[in-house]
């Protein structure tokens, strides 16, 4: 089964401890920083919309992506409820082909640890730089090796609610650096007392700071800083996810 084909359903449930607005206002104060305001932006890995659709309803042309069609089905239920009407497109990031070039494209809740296999990060990126307009900005977070191995590492985790339940078991591979997430889920079914049960498997890669700088540069794009977490401090041994903030390089 695809990652999230199922969870899509009851992901905001289960996401909750994740504050959706201050991430969208850490973007907006990080664009005010940098002086630069984007008119469109894509927002890549965009799962339910959670990112998506606040930052339509603050006024900025936004385009959601992502590989799960239930995920998006989920976005587009929430974006109607809303009375916006904003493009989603189901497509890998690795080829994203899309009509359009933004200022700014963003790519967070680690969707980028889900590329495993060797050479799709940088791929990734060569995606992202033809969808930017000259001096776009690149926005991303990814969780830290250092998060996988200690914080994660082989743990069990369980969530109830009303209608769902999961449990997660956890293990990191350090020579081979994939997280495995196997999630387990129960799902009450509709007008029944009945839960439906469902495995899941997911798997994200721990990659190092230089190997991101790596594929940046590949593509020409400059990294102007990389923080920790969604804050604006430096980056520390025991950093849990790392936002980084490049711009495409102006052709000469």
Known sequence: MEAYECFASVYDKFMDE?????WVQYIQDLWKR??????SVIDLGCGTGNVTIPLTKAGFSVFGVDI?????????????????????????????????????????????????????????FSAVKRHLNPNGLFLFDMN????????????????????????????FDEEERINEY??????????????ERVEE???ERAYSLEEVKKC??????????VYDGYSFERT????QRYFFVAQLKEEK
Not at 34 to 39: Q, S, V, Y
Not at 146 to 170: H, Q, R, S
Not at 216 to 225: G, I, R, S, Y
Request: proline residues 2%; negative net charge.
């Open 18 to 22: 994740i504050d959706y607005n201050e």
């Open 144 to 171: 830290t090796e250092y998060k996988f191995k200690e914080a994660l590492g082989e743990k069990t985790y369980a969530a109830m609610t009303e209608d769902a339940a999961y449990f997660w078991e956890n293990s």
């Open 236 to 239: 520390k041994e025991d950093s």
């Open 216 to 225: 940046l540069k590949e593509n020409d794009f400059e990294l102007l800083n």
């Open 68 to 124: 799960s069609e239930e995920m998006l089905a989920e976005a587009q239920r929430k974006a109607f409820s809303e009375g916006l009407s904003i493009p989603f497109f189901c497509q890998d990031m690795v080829e994203m082909s899309l009509p359009y070039q933004v200022d700014c494209i963003l790519s967070l809740c680690d969707s980028l640890n889900y590329l495993t296999e060797e050479g799709e990060l940088s791929a990734a």
């Open 182 to 195: 196997y999630v387990s889920f129960f799902i009450r079914q509709k007008n029944k007392e009945t839960y």
């Open 201 to 203: 498997y997911h798997y």
């Open 34 to 39: 940098l002086d630069k305001i984007p008119e």
